[in-house]
């Protein structure tokens, strides 16, 4: 597949994307379409808990979504709304999951979907949620990159297990300005820059790479062809 026309800036959930077959003139446009500040924040919540927790769900088949915990954002973070039973976790990703040099890092449009396997949600998703609490205390960009930094030093925050991987096949999912839904896909979390073990982005390779330096790990990609509500996927064009 040609990616000469794809752009991935992967931060703690949110990939973003700047859509193959896109122009030049219509990438600037959207660089420009940025978020310099942060929203208010009921402008990042969903009223309807219950609307929450059925988005997050749809990051996922339901044989997967079905017995995870979910999490919900409020005012002071994120919560648990329903416990799970089988070591999955879903929750809505915000946009400030992206990198902080991202343009949509402020964008209080983004709901991204998302439902980790176990390892991820025992030892990815405190990264997000520690940038959740900062954000919420009203942290600036610079701020919660030495934050993260400094509790990743400190092991303050635990070290990702091996085979940590997410879902994110939702239909609803509005990933960024430019991507907005995109394609259903998987992510797997690998330590460090790993990118060359995995045979990614090279000719004729399914697995696309993202280096996420902020959290220390590269989000390896691989589209699938239906969301998780089984429906079929615009087809990939190479």
């Known amino acids: 597949m040609q990616k000469k026309a794809l752009r991935f800036l992967a931060s703690a959930f949110l ?7 896109a122009t030049s003139q ?14 208010p924040l009921d402008q990042y919540l969903i009223a309807d808990g219950n609307s929450e927790i059925a988005l997050a769900r749809s ?9 995870a915990e979910v999490m919900v954002l409020g005012p002071k973070g994120y919560t648990t709304a329903v416990r799970g039973t089988n070591g999955f976790l879903c929750i809505v990703e915000r946009s ?11 964008n209080p449009k983004v709901r991204a979907p998302i439902c980790f396997n176990p390892p991820a ?9 520690m940038k959740t609490r900062l954000v919420i205390a009203g942290k600036s960009k610079a701020e919660i990159v030495a934050a993260t930094a400094s509790a990743l030093d400190k092991k303050e925050l635990p070290g990702l297990e091996p085979g940590a991987m997410c879902y994110m096949l939702s239909k ?8 907005m839904s995109w394609h259903p896909h998987l ?5 460090g820059d790993a990118a060359k073990s995995w045979g990614a982005d090279l000719p004729g390779s399914p697995v696309m790479a993202a280096a996420d330096p902020e959290e220390r790990v590269t989000i390896f990609l691989v589209w699938v062809g239906k969301w ?10 190479d």
């Open 121 to 129: 949600a025992r030892t990815f998703v405190p990264i997000f949620l």
């Open 172 to 179: 609803q999912q509005y990933l960024n300005d430019r991507g």
């Open 187 to 191: 992510m797997f979390l690998v330590a």
């Open 96 to 106: 400030w999951g992206a990198a902080t040099d991202e343009p949509d890092f402020w």
């Open 228 to 237: 998780s509500d089984g429906t079929l996927a615009p087809p990939i064009v």
């Open 15 to 21: 990939v973003a994307v700047v859509l193959p077959g």
């Open 26 to 39: 219509a990438r600037a446009q959207a660089e420009k379409a940025s978020y310099p500040a942060m929203a």
């Open 59 to 67: 990051a996922a088949p339901p044989s997967v979504s079905d017995g």
